[in-house]
């Protein structure tokens, strides 16, 4: 192998890292990727990776859904409220908050307060073919459930517009590409996160 070898520049190349100053919360609708790119955005910043309707399912012992079913959305609201306050409070890392969780006003209080809310924003097309052959989305339990997921996404964005950050999420990007975008978006706001020697 001769050492100017092309080939062997990324095995020599050391990993990039990073130190993140604060906590993102990934925000946006069901079905934008906020726990699957989480994770990779996670991993590749050595951070935990929080999610606050895994942390509310542990809670109460039951699924999002179920939970819905049982005590109501109300109910649900007012336990996603409290921990994602709490994840803020007492961790850094990457938050995948629910599709709702923006939109109460104490939660945009407090991730703003605790962190820093970025906005993964996709299509209406590209969430309706993630989403429409799950049936793990209480919301969209209705006659025409791609007529409500447009509903639940014109009334959702204006909101979301509010996130501090925004990476828009396209078809042909993978997760780890969208995982990047991500990164490279945290780069931007020095008071968030930096590259590290």
């Not at 925004?166 to 968030?192: E, F, G, N, Q």
Request: aromatic content about 6%.
């Amino acid at each position: 192998m001769r050492e100017n070898d092309p080939s062997t520049a990324d095995i020599r190349r050391p990993a990039r890292r990073f130190r993140l100053k604060k906590t993102v919360a990934l925000v946006g609708m069901m079905g934008a990727g906020k726990t699957a790119v989480g994770r990779a955005v996670a991993v590749k910043l050595s951070v935990p990776f929080l999610d606050s309707d895994a942390e509310i399912e542990a809670a109460a012992n039951l699924s999002v859904p179920e939970i819905f079913q049982r005590d109501g959305e109300v109910f649900f609201r007012k336990r996603e409220a409290e921990v994602i306050r709490r994840l803020l409070e007492t961790q850094s890392g990457i938050l995948s908050t629910g599709g709702g969780a923006y939109l109460a006003q104490v939660n945009r209080e407090n991730i703003s307060k605790k962190g820093v809310a970025l906005w993964l924003d996709a299509p209406l097309d590209l969430l309706w073919a993630r989403v429409r052959h799950k049936d793990t989305r209480p919301l969209l339990r209705t006659a025409n459930p791609r007529a409500t997921l447009a509903e639940i996404f014109a009334a959702r964005t204006p909101v979301y517009r509010l996130a501090e950050l925004k990476v828009t999420c396209a078809p042909d990007l993978s997760i780890d590409a969208m995982a990047l975008r991500v990164i490279d978006t945290l780069l931007t706001r020095p008071d968030v996160m930096e590259e590290v020697q």
